[in-house]
T-cell receptor, first 110, second 111 residues
């Protein structure tokens, strides 16, 4: 997980609250991704970015927003938290055929 | 729509024996396949990958086999070690950006 940091590690939100999950990389890679992993499931792509200023939707983008103003940072925003967004969120950075992940943020919405 | 499937949620093998983890996919447009290993409370770690133009890729104890006609790939670990115990995810890459993951297989290697 070296090179990709995520904050916070844990967070409990009330329904309707908002928050930003932070992801920072020091690998100078263009491709960055946000995934969520629900219990017993694989990772599902929320949003991705191929470089600063460019973002695009993945498989499950509803309820989330992203921005990419710098190469290093790719924050994920939840505007109105819902219980369905309870999950573990992983940020990923990709170079060629290898992808590196952060340690994850465990989010609970109650 | 589960485009990447790992039908075995768990696998248990004896130390020193071979572990075979299987993965099936439905989208013939996938052009790259990857295997990741995940320990609890950590992010997935890249293990090995294979391009759709190959049928085998080997890296030390890990070998990935791809059967395009069957839309099937497998990861072989030999010999298996207790430290290999983890959840293994199969992933497939489409159009250089869209990566789809299987649900994972929990491998337990018994000493």
């Amino acid at each position: 997980n070296a090179g990709v940091t995520q904050t916070p590690k844990f967070r409990i939100l009330k329904i309707g609250q908002s928050m930003t999950l932070q992801c920072t990389q020091d690998m100078n890679h263009n491709y960055m991704y946000w995934y969520r992993q629900d219990p017993g499931m694989g990772l599902k792509l929320i949003y991705y970015s191929v470089g600063a200023g460019i973002t695009d939707k993945g498989e499950v983008p509803n309820g989330y927003n992203v921005s990419r103003s710098t190469t290093e940072d790719f924050p994920l925003r939840l505007e109105l938290a819902a219980p369905s967004q309870t999950s573990v969120y992983f940020c990923g950075v990709r170079l060629a055929d290898e992808q590196y992940f952060g340690p994850g943020t465990r989010l609970t919405v109650t | 729509d589960q485009q990447v499937k790992q039908n075995s949620p768990s696998l248990s093998v004896q130390e020193g024996r071979i572990s075979i983890l299987n993965c099936d996919y439905t989208n013939s447009m996938f052009d790259y396949f990857l295997w990741y290993k995940k320990y609890p409370a950590e992010g997935p770690t890249f293990l090995i990958s294979i391009s759709s133009i190959k049928d085998k890729n080997e890296d030390g104890r890990f070998t990935v086999f791809l059967n395009k006609s069957a839309k099937h790939l497998s990861l072989h670990i030999v010999p298996s070690q207790p430290g290999d115990s983890a959840v293994y995810f199969c992933a497939a890459l489409y159009n250089n950006n869209d990566m789809r993951f299987g649900a994972g297989t929990r491998l337990t290697v018994k000493p």
